[in-house]
Nanobody
Framework: VQLQASGGGSAHAGDSLRLSCQAS????????LGWFRQAPGKEREFVGG????????YYADSVKGRFTISRDSAKTTMYLQMNSLKPEDTALYYC????????????????????WGQGTLVTVSS
């Protein structure tokens, strides 16, 4: 599956942004999807994910209550709605896809994802 992330940009603290991840190539609903981010000088970290078929979502504690993930199967697109942005949200954001066979507990590990989109940069100023 090919993934294309978009929607990054510059924002001020407290603003909102919505990222999109357009998928193509294989059956969209058969994949667990995730968002990860990587700030300069830091390791890639899990942001949130949505199970195959859109059955459930799960988030990192750092974004819980502020970020929301959804998927539109008709458009084969996943979204990351980011509200109440903070300067520490500044990072390159990536979307990724993992096989539906992966168990939920593994889906915070970037190593289980088979497909990655290119990053989209989010910069939040105070």
């Amino acid at each position: 599956v090919q993934l294309q992330a978009s929607g990054g940009g510059s924002a001020h603290a407290g603003d909102s942004l919505r990222l999109s991840c357009q998928a193509s190539g294989r059956t969209f609903s058969n994949y667990n999807l995730g968002w990860f981010r990587q700030a300069p000088g830091k390791e890639r970290e899990f942001v949130g994910g949505i199970r195959y078929g859109g059955r459930s979502t799960y988030y990192a504690d750092s974004v819980k209550g502020r970020f929301t993930i959804s998927r539109d199967s008709a458009k084969t697109t996943m979204y990351l709605q980011m509200n109440s942005l903070k300067p520490e949200d500044t990072a390159l954001y990536y979307c990724a896809a993992a096989s539906m066979s992966k168990i939920l507990s593994s889906l915070r590990d970037p190593g289980v994802y088979d497909y990655w989109g290119q990053g989209t940069l989010v910069t939040v100023s105070s």
